[in-house]
């Protein structure tokens, strides 16, 4: 979809919709006050008998009746001013293009909301909101979609325009919704691998997925393959895939932003189960469906790094994924079975759906010991605890570096992937001990997502400084519902909040 930048007020904009912020009990301003008055000050009037209360997400779509160029309005709630932060703008500007949308807008305009916060900031967040808002996984749908169903699924916007009031600000904004458009692009790519489905989203094809990726994008890319991992000692990961007739594949993409560095660089990696069966410890069959989606790390590591070599910041990336299939084939791994892994350590396995620790397990071994990768940032739809503790808004945070886990907290506020730091107490790891190896997979339910970030903690090589995001309920790949920006299901997290981490260390050098 086209995004532009342009001078210009609502009023005279001659698309086919148009979406007017709105702040809470407050008289109109600026080009809200303007459409207001084309419209015969039916805006305000509306505000003062509280029939439109301008709250925070709340938003309504009219036709203009021939009062204005454009045929469509959405009015957009923008809360109380003292309120207003940077993610309000992302959600009002999804909104209000919705809106447009279900009225069966095309080409439409909108302008920036913004109170007291950096223009370009808010700028860029708007364009995020456009794009993210307006996302919809409709690959699978075919022309009798259109005879079975009548409603405006099938309506799309063809561009947005965002007003601004000064051709000063032509060149910053633009800019800024440059990278806005990447930033939710590569958020919408995360979208669409974690909504394939499994059949069509085997690690092989995952892996081809973000080939492509990487020679569009001018990445190294490779491959470690059921052999490769063999002579790695990968018996973690390799345990996991061997239960299915899809084999695994170790993901690796990587960025030089910065070829004279002597240092490793930032390692992003991600969980990718293509399929989570929960292996012979087999998951109830209600909700098996959703598993599709196990894989959303994966999506988000491969979709921050084509946000990364587009974006371009002085810095080394590499980006991991540990592709594979938990299912139970007759050669499955089983309840008792002992894993050696690649550092060396041995792994009782006491519950085979616990299997997204132990490919992340390899993987930050590589990452740290062979890649010598520092800091490392793992993602992973790992527990079912990690709901129970935060339900679906935010992210669990593990760390062994607090000012790790305070600066994606910090980011989390700016992006709206929101991450809250849990606690890793040494006395949680004792629940893994281990009467036959040196851990066990799983330490039970009692302190879960806990228990499951010491384990892949165990294998992060000493002097790196690691943090494990357990995305579970903020993936969105269970019963969520549709608000704003966010995707009913798969919402791409926490693609930003790594590509934002890496333009932080970049410009902190």
Do not use: C
């Not at 594979?324 to 079975?337: C, I, Q, R, S, V």
């Not at 940032?377 to 808004?393: F, K, Q, R, S």
């Amino acid at each position: 979809m086209e995004i532009n930048v342009e001078v210009g007020n609502l009023t005279q904009w001659r698309g086919d919709g148009i979406a007017v912020n709105v702040f809470q009990n407050e008289t109109l301003q600026g080009q809200a006050a303007d459409v207001d008055r084309a419209l015969g000050g039916e805006i305000q009037r509306a505000l003062d008998s509280k029939e439109f209360s301008a709250r925070y997400t709340i938003h309504s779509a009219f036709y203009s009746m021939g009062k204005l160029p454009a045929a469509r309005v959405a009015i957009v709630g923008l809360g109380k001013r003292e309120k207003f932060k940077l993610d309000r703008a992302r959600r009002a500007a999804a909104d209000g293009v919705k809106a447009l949308r279900k009225l069966g807008a095309k080409k439409v305009a909108l302008t920036i909301a913004n109170q007291g916060l950096e223009l370009t900031e808010v700028a860029q967040a708007t364009a995020e909101g456009v794009v993210m808002g307006l996302f919809r996984f409709q690959r699978y749908y075919t022309e009798a979609a259109n005879e079975l169903w009548d409603d405006d699924f099938r309506n799309q916007i063809e561009s947005a325009t965002i007003l601004v009031d000064d051709a000063s600000q032509l060149t910053s904004v633009r800019a800024a919704v440059e990278r806005g458009k990447i930033l939710g692009e590569a958020n919408n790519f995360a979208r669409i691998l974690a909504n394939e489905p499994s059949n069509h989203m085997t690690p092989l094809l995952l892996a081809e997925q973000a080939r492509v990726m990487a020679e569009k994008n001018g990445l190294e890319f490779y491959v470690i393959d059921r052999a490769q991992a063999e002579k790695f000692g990968m018996g973690a990961f390799l345990g996991v895939a061997q239960g299915s007739v899809n084999p695994p594949a170790m993901i690796v993409m990587r960025y030089w932003g910065d070829p004279d560095s002597k240092e490793g660089g930032l390692g992003l990696i991600g969980k990718g189960i293509t399929f989570d069966s929960g292996g012979i410890s087999l998951k109830p069959s209600e909700g098996m469906e959703n598993m599709k989606g196990d894989m959303s790390g994966g999506a988000a590591t491969i979709a921050a790094m084509q946000a990364i070599a587009q974006l371009k910041p002085k810095i080394n990336v590499t980006g991991i994924v540990a592709a594979a299939e938990n299912m139970p084939g007759g050669n499955a791994f089983k309840p008792g079975d002992i894993l050696h892994a690649m550092n060396g350590k041995t792994i009782e396995i006491n519950n085979t759906d616990a299997e997204g620790r132990l490919v992340l397990a390899d993987a930050v071994a590589y990452a740290t010991k062979e890649l010598k990768l520092n800091p490392v940032l793992d993602a992973a739809t790992l527990t079912g605890a990690i709901v129970v503790a935060l339900g679906i808004y935010r992210t669990g945070v593990f760390s062994n570096d607090d000012a790790l886990a305070e600066t994606l907290y910090e980011i989390g506020e700016k992006t709206g992937e929101k991450n809250w730091q849990m606690p890793m107490d040494d006395e949680y790891r004792l629940s893994l001990r281990s009467e036959w190896a040196d851990l066990k997979n799983s330490g039970g339910r009692a302190g879960g997502a806990i228990t499951g970030a010491w384990f892949i903690r165990s294998f992060v090589e000493s002097g790196a400084k690691w943090a494990h995001l357990d995305i579970a309920g903020a993936a969105g790949i269970g019963e969520a519902k549709e608000r704003g920006y966010i995707n009913k299901w798969g919402t791409g997290t926490p693609t930003r909040t790594f590509v934002e981490f890496a333009l932080q260390m970049a410009n902190e050098k």
